[in-house]
């Protein structure tokens, strides 16, 4: 259905990286319990933090409050769609929906 690869999650980052304070990781060195090793964009902004990674040849956009109880996510189909949301996201839109973390 998608067909991304991790070199995208780098060509947003390169896109965006000198107009936003913008963060390339991987998830392993975020110890967030990803079982897998992806590059991944953090931002953070207006009490909110953005993740931007690939899993399984689709794109995922986590968008959490700064504790980490509620958030929500979407998978976005190509760059551009990244790129735009994460302008969106750094330049003030704070009204996503949503939906307090499950642990188990």
Known sequence: MFDNSVTDIKNVYEQLKDKY???L???SALDEGFTVDYPIIVAKAHGQILEL???GGMFV???MDAEQTMG???HPYEVEHEV???VEFM???SDYKMHPFKYL
Request: glycine share 4%; no cysteine; charged share 40%.
């Open 72 to 74: 929500t996510h979407w």
């Open 61 to 63: 956009m986590d968008v």
């Open 84 to 86: 735009k949301d994460i």
């Open 91 to 93: 330049e003030g839109k």
């Open 25 to 27: 990781t991987t998830t």
């Open 53 to 55: 990674y690939e899993d």
């Open 21 to 23: 304070e913008l963060l």
